[in-house]
């Protein structure tokens, strides 16, 4: 796997990386192809907002292009932190930019981040669990402009007990929901390896998870390593062609320009 479709700099709040420093590491890695996707997170509590300087992140990428043409291709990417009330506002802001991709996330869950552990304080885990769910139900009844949704299991990531109580069938209901009406909207899915980054011992969302999105008939799947420092570039990527292939895929899928082009496992 030489394509990595889900990268961040220090144009994201939660990296200190600079750009050059990651398109570095990936030439140093082999990789053909980088797509960062810095956070866009409007409407963020605390004391750190997720609000991305679009015009400076494009002006250097362009720069960064132009630079490393001869050693590998550079994609100007985003990953959109998607809530119910901001449907206009996204629109209009992915309206205004030449972007080859974007990632549609949910972070936060009626004003809160499960990574803040406040989210899980006095609940059932479980429950927990389902109330994310729910919430990318409704993200994707209100906005679809974008080409797949990440991490859909991302909450489990910062369960007290994490994925030792999670499964598909657990939630098999509300999953497929999801993953009919990713389908059914012609968006994709991603398989995020840092789910292994967080000592998961399986890729976000679960291999389960990408078994079923195939056999609904779930065709577009972007690789991504979810990195925000030089050491998580291309994470596990040795795994990624394997579990696509045992979930069913002999593709995988990479944009350019917003348009999704399938690339056949090897």
Same mark, same amino acid.
């Not at 398109?23 to 960062?36: A, D, N, P, R």
């Given at each position: 796997?030489?394509? %990595? ?10 990296? &200190?990386?600079?750009?050059? &420093?990651? !398109?570095?590491? $990936? ?18 509590? @605390?004391e750190t907002p997720f609000l991305l300087d ?6 250097? /990428? &362009?720069?960064?292009?132009? #630079? ?8 100007? $990417? ?15 802001? =992915?309206?205004?930019?030449p972007f080859d991709f974007i990632i549609g996330?949910?972070?936060? !869950? ?13 609940? %059932? ?9 729910? *919430? ?10 974008? *080409? ?15 994925? #030792? ?8 209901? =509300? ?20 789910? /292994?980054?967080?000592?998961? $011992? ?28 030089? $050491? ?15 979930? @069913?895929?002999?593709?995988?899928? =990479? +944009?350019? %320009?917003?348009?999704?082009? +399938?690339?056949?496992?090897?």
């Open positions: 796997m030489k394509t %990595d479709y889900h990268i961040h700099s220090h144009y994201s709040a939660d990296s &200190e990386t600079t750009m050059e &420093e990651m !398109v570095q590491k $990936g030439i140093s890695l082999g990789l053909t192809t980088m797509c960062f996707t810095e956070h866009q997170d409007y409407d963020y509590p @605390g679009t015009d400076a992140y494009l002006r250097e /990428f &362009e720069l960064m292009k132009v #630079k490393y043409s001869s050693q590998i291709e550079l994609l100007f $990417g985003l990953e959109l932190g998607l809530q119910t009330h901001l449907a206009k506002r996204l629109q209009d802001y =992915v309206d205004r930019y996330s949910s972070h936060l !869950v009626n004003g809160q981040d499960p990574c803040h552990p406040t989210f899980f304080e006095g609940r %059932d885990e479980g429950a927990c669990y389902m109330e994310y769910f729910h *919430s990318i139900v409704e993200n994707l009844k209100g906005f679809t402009n974008f *080409s797949v949704y990440g991490h859909i299991d991302y909450v489990i990531r910062y369960g007290p007990n994490k994925n #030792k109580y999670y499964s598909y069938k657990k939630y098999s209901d =509300v999953i497929d929901k999801i993953l009919s009406m990713i389908i059914e909207k012609e968006l994709g899915l991603e398989l995020n390896t840092a789910g /292994f980054k967080y000592g998961l $011992g399986h890729p976000h969302p679960h291999e389960d998870v990408l078994k079923r999105y195939k056999e609904l008939g779930g065709e577009i799947i972007t690789v991504g390593s979810d990195g925000h420092q030089p $050491g998580h570039l291309a994470y596990d990527f040795r795994l990624a062609d394997e579990i696509l292939k045992h979930c @069913g895929f002999g593709y995988y899928t =990479v +944009f350019r %320009d917003r348009k999704p082009e +399938f690339i056949r496992l090897s």
